[in-house]
Nanobody, 126 residues
């Protein structure tokens, strides 16, 4: 069975940094695109970042561009999200996900993703 497990969340002061990890098992890590999404209380799940299998292409939401970096280590079956200069508005549950066989190219759309991790909480205090 496919499994994605996030880790690395926690409490951090504004301006601080966290690194999230997503460990994959099964065939999920062969997915062309892996993404990070986040969901704050009372809000819809929103796109944060995505990366292609080779790591050659990365995509970011405007709200995190220049602060967050997505990377991928296929040998370790792990995707990372390095988060710097964190702001209180970054507070959310962060999920990693993999697209499925019907992926049509809209990497920012959560409906494109079939496999999801359980989420890890990130809380940024003022």
């Amino acid at each position: 069975q496919v499994q994605l497990v996030e880790s690395g969340g926690g409490l951090v002061q504004a301006g601080g940094s966290l690194r999230l990890s997503c460990a994959a098992s099964g065939r999920t890590f062969s997915s062309y695109v892996m993404g990070w999404f986040r969901q704050a209380p009372g809000k819809e799940r929103e796109f944060v970042a995505a990366i292609t299998w080779s790591g050659g292409s990365t995509y970011y939401a405007d709200s995190v561009k220049g602060r967050f970096t997505i990377s991928r280590d296929n040998a370790r079956n792990t995707v990372y999200l390095q988060m710097n200069s964190l702001k209180p508005e970054d507070t959310a549950v962060y999920y990693c996900a993999s697209v499925g066989q019907y992926y049509s190219g809209t990497y920012y759309d959560p409906r494109e993703y079939v496999y999801w991790g359980q989420g890890t909480q990130v809380t940024v205090s003022s």
